[in-house]
């Protein structure tokens, strides 16, 4: 066990109102893992959370001990509530897991010692179906030149002047979200298409998409559309007998 985590105590202190120090995500480590422990974390205002490197081997990092200094940044944290909260508010939920952020682990409450810092990248957050209440945070890190796997949320704009919708038709989002591996600094929180110039049976597909050429789509078939509009179907009444 590191001395670091041994500094593990305390509650975060509240991150700065800025906004700047709000998408700055403090941490400090925790020693345990576990629902107990978990529980505690969260009676105390703070969210459990882990971080990792998504792929222990990275490109060009097959040399000397590069494996070794990938698998020693998994660390366990803690998040403060407060500050999480906020963060998911501004970025908005369906982003928050296609948006990085920079992290800061410091060895204890109020402690000015910085133990490490760096980019990464939410990839699961866990809530209460019942609530929404956040339990759990999963991050990877995200450091410049780092290639991730991440699902980009697809948002539709266009719909009040697309032309088949003006006649009646329906947007059939079959995509609401697309995979790509992509590097650290080319995430898009999100992907707009849009749907303005689209007639009824008009669709548009995933090579259509324009993004960043680093930016690879991780799909067996690009000719799967995103998106259609289709017409009404309107049935009519049966006649009487």
């Known amino acids: 066990m590191s001395n670091w985590s041994r500094a593990a105590v305390g509650v975060l202190r509240r991150a700065a109102d800025s906004a700047r120090s709000y998408h700055t995500i403090q941490a400090i480590p925790r020693e345990f893992a576990g629902s107990r422990v978990s529980a505690r974390d969260r009676a105390q205002g703070r969210i459990p959370a882990v971080v990792f ?21 998994k660390h366990l944290l803690t998040t403060e509530r407060k500050q999480i909260q ?14 990085t952020f920079r992290l800061q682990i410091r060895a204890g409450s109020g402690s ?17 179906q019942e609530t929404g209440k956040i339990l759990n945070l999963v991050f990877v890190w995200a450091d410049e030149g780092m290639e991730l796997k991440v699902d980009v949320p ?10 088949g919708l003006k006649k009646g038709g329906n947007l059939n989002r079959i995509r ?9 600094e080319h995430i898009p929180p999100k992907i707009e298409v849009d749907v303005s110039n689209l007639d009824i049976g008009d669709k ?38």
């Open 53 to 73: 490197a998504q792929s222990h081997l990275q490109p060009n990092a097959s040399h000397g001990g590069a494996a070794t200094r990938w698998v020693a940044r």
């Open 86 to 99: 906020s963060i998911v508010k501004s970025v908005e939920l369906p982003y928050f897991c296609s948006t």
């Open 112 to 128: 000015s010692v910085l133990l490490e810092s760096g980019t990464v990248l939410p990839i699961k957050i866990h809530r209460n």
């Open 154 to 163: 697809v948002v539709f704009k266009g719909e009040d002047t697309c032309p």
């Open 176 to 184: 609401t979200a697309l995979k790509y591996l992509c590097p650290a």
């Open 204 to 241: 548009i597909f995933m090579n259509d998409i324009e993004v960043h050429p680093s930016m690879k789509l991780l799909s067996k078939d690009e000719s799967i559309p995103i998106c259609k509009v289709v017409a009404t179907n309107v049935e009519k009444p049966e006649s009487a007998r």
